[in-house]
T-cell receptor, first 112, second 117 residues
């Protein structure tokens, strides 16, 4: 089955710096890669996603890149702000009706 | 759009009792819903896939007789933790497969925190 590895497990940056979180997946059939942000005690919120027919997607300060050949995808957050502090999860999926497989999460801390 | 609700948000129960958690898709129909369990500072662990009108598919190591799942309608799935024990204390989150735009995106409910005494 699919296995998703996520690094780093913790990431501390200064406000205004960039943050990069990387994930690798094992199943070449995976074609959908969402990123979720989870604040303490709350539900995971979808922040951006990318499909296998696209190499990069950007939404304001957040961008995701995908390298299907290498089976890895990354989340980039620019100009980080304290409110970006949360746990970020990457996930991989293959088709509607099948579960997403999540990475172990990255705890991002942005200090002002 | 794509709102998922969960009820209750908090449950405290005595060991040996059963607890039912509801997951509802409020503004869309969800043929498939998923149940996850999350322990503190850990990732989401898939417990089972719930399909409307059919039996749930459980992940390896998840006891189907202990975690009963029913998906009787396109907007409601329920998870019943039977004979709960302290080790079942966790954060249970459901998600619904939103295929309204063909996006196959999953949206999560707010979660249910279960504490078994």
């Amino acid at each position: 089955g699919e296995n998703v590895e996520q690094h780093p497990s913790t990431l501390s940056v200064q406000e205004g710096d960039s943050a990069v979180i990387k994930c690798t997946y094992s199943d070449s059939a995976s074609n959908y890669f969402p990123w979720y942000k989870q604040e303490l005690g709350k539900r995971p919120q979808l922040i951006i996603d990318i499909r296998s027919n696209v190499g990069e997607k950007k939404d304001q300060r957040i961008a995701v890149t995908l390298n299907k050949t290498a089976k890895h995808f990354s989340l980039h957050i620019t100009e980080t702000q304290p409110e970006d502090s949360a746990v970020y999860f990457c996930a991989a999926g293959s088709q509607a009706g099948t579960a997403l497989i999540f990475g172990k999460g990255t705890t991002l801390s942005v200090s002002s | 759009g794509a709102v998922v609700s969960q009820h209750p948000s908090w449950v405290i129960c005595k060991s040996g009792t059963s607890v039912k958690i509801e997951c509802r898709s409020l503004d869309f129909q969800a043929t498939t819903m998923f149940w996850y369990r999350q322990f503190p500072k850990q990732s989401l662990m898939l417990m089972a896939t719930s399909n409307e009108g059919s039996k749930a598919t459980y992940e390896q190591g998840v006891e189907k007789d202990k975690f009963l799942i029913n998906h009787a309608s396109l907007t409601l799935s329920t998870l019943t933790v039977t004979s709960a024990h302290p080790e079942d204390s966790s954060f249970y989150i459901c998600s619904a497969d939103y295929s309204g735009t063909g996006a196959e995106t999953q949206y999560f409910g707010p979660g249910t925190r279960l504490l078994v005494l």
